[in-house]
């Protein structure tokens, strides 16, 4: 009975990106592949033979030391063998795919690494902090800035004056697009002032961020 899989679950995808791995890894996973690979029942047909498979992996390796000398013949040639092993594994990955008939037990056991490209969720924001709190290029004015944090669309800022003990503190309250510096005005010279942040991402807004306290000039 021929299993088939449906078009909207995702089929497993090897690892095929080895272009930009280091000689010396490169060699680790060939090895791993190889050697899973060879008398696998699971892949009894593979399109390159894995006594092939071995001398051209064999052969890099011994290139891959000649080239340590920095001697132009030897690292041309080593780098040709690596686009034969390279190439190699991936006609051997796309067979993986085909062969393991999106079944993840079975994918493993060949020595390649299953791709992943699920999304990571959201993840909930932390208070928002400020970069700097400082003074206004006027009177009555201060100048701050959000400090910027993965994830914030925008932040949300209020303040006031410190209050009295006691007594509940009247807030005013400020939209700040990114976290890009912002002037607030209209401030009482000498009059001690707090500030207070929070971020605005995917899941909403964060709690409150630390209480900075400054004094208006």
């Excluded at 390279?86 to 060949?110: K, P, W």
Aim: aromatic share 8%; with cysteine.
């Amino acid at each position: 009975m021929t299993t088939t899989v449906s078009d909207n679950v995702k089929r497993i995808k090897a690892v095929l990106g080895f272009g930009g791995m280091p000689d010396v890894d490169l060699l680790k996973r060939l090895d791993a592949i190889r050697d899973s690979m060879t008398g696998n029942a699971a892949f009894p047909n593979p399109p390159v033979d894995m006594a092939v498979f071995k001398t051209a992996i064999d052969t890099f390796s011994t290139l891959v030391t000649d080239a340590l000398d920095g001697g132009k013949k030897a690292i041309a040639a080593k780098r040709k063998q690596r686009e034969v092993v390279i190439q190699m594994a991936r006609q051997l990955g796309h067979y993986v795919e085909a062969a393991s008939d999106n079944d993840l037990a079975t994918f493993n056991t060949s020595g390649f690494l299953p791709a992943t490209n699920r999304r990571t969720p959201a993840q909930p924001l932390i208070g928002g902090s400020f970069k700097y709190v400082d003074r206004g290029p006027n009177s009555g004015q201060v100048a701050l800035r959000p400090a910027a944090q993965r994830g914030a669309v925008a932040f949300e800022l209020r303040y006031c004056p410190v209050p009295a003990a006691g007594t509940a503190p009247i807030w005013e309250s400020l939209s700040l697009p990114g976290s890009k510096a912002v002037t607030v005005s209209n401030l009482n010279p000498g009059s001690n002032y707090q500030f207070q942040l929070r971020a605005l991402g995917r899941l909403g807004y964060s709690d409150w961020g630390d209480l900075v306290t400054f004094i208006c000039a």
